[in-house]
């Protein structure tokens, strides 16, 4: 079965900082990545995926993840936090079986 | 209108009552998907409609549970006899085509609240 740990529930950084958020998943078989981005009172919205080839995948608004499988992780980075960040992100992972399996989400405060 | 439509946004139900959550999918996505989103819980897979075929209900917390989608459209979710743990955000998504490229477009929910 395959599942996904998200570390933090919480991150809190300065604006301008560098973001890192941490995902870790269990699959028997070559897994489908993805990071979705939820913003207060709306739905998820897709940020970026990894399916097959280059293992850094560049997203939307400047975040990046890479898949590195001997770690079985897809850690969400991006250089320099805007306040406009500020939202819950959710990792998932798809293995041929039914829909995405969610992480619990990590949630993002950016100070000024 | 071009997104996936969720109503109601909001419904607040006393404990035993019966809900109906409608879900209006973006026009011609064949997968349609139901989770459910608790209060630092994630979201947590319901059921899943492919075309025409059986839907996946592996997702179910229980028989009080249902789904259904007509037409091959809009889907409603039932919840019969409401406890206060059903209390959540209900999302539904859904996604085109036959190959899955795991886009899912998602509505923005509809939160029920059990007294």
């Known amino acids: 079965a395959q599942s996904v740990t998200q570390l933090g529930s919480h991150v809190s950084v300065s604006e301008g900082a560098l973001v890192l958020l941490r995902c870790n998943y269990s699959?028997?078989?070559?897994?489908?990545l993805f990071w979705y981005v939820q913003y207060p009172n709306q739905g998820l919205q897709l940020l970026l995926k990894y399916t097959t080839g280059a293992t850094l995948v560049k997203g939307i608004n400047g975040f990046e993840a890479e898949f590195k499988k001997s770690e079985t992780s897809f850690h969400l980075t991006k250089p320099s936090a805007h306040m406009s960040d500020a939202a819950e992100y959710f990792c998932a992972v798809y293995t041929g079986r039914r829909a995405l399996t969610f992480g619990s989400g990590t949630r993002l405060q950016v100070q000024p | 209108g071009a997104g996936v439509s969720q109503s109601p946004s909001n419904k607040v139900t006393e404990k035993g009552k019966d809900v109906e959550l409608r879900c209006d999918p973006i026009s011609g996505h064949t997968a349609l998907y139901w989770y459910r989103q608790s209060l630092g819980q994630g979201l947590e897979f319901l059921i899943y409609?492919?075309?025409?075929?059986?839907?996946?209900k592996s997702g179910l917390p229980s028989d009080r549970f249902s789904a259904e989608r007509t037409g091959g459209s809009v889907s409603t979710l039932t919840i019969q006899r409401t406890q206060q743990e059903d209390s959540a955000v209900y999302l539904c998504a859904s996604s085109s085509g036959t190959g899955y490229t795991g886009e899912l477009f998602f509505g923005e929910g509809s939160r029920l609240t059990v007294l």
């Open positions: 409609f492919q075309g025409n075929s059986a839907p996946d």
């Open positions: 699959s028997s078989v070559p897994p489908y």
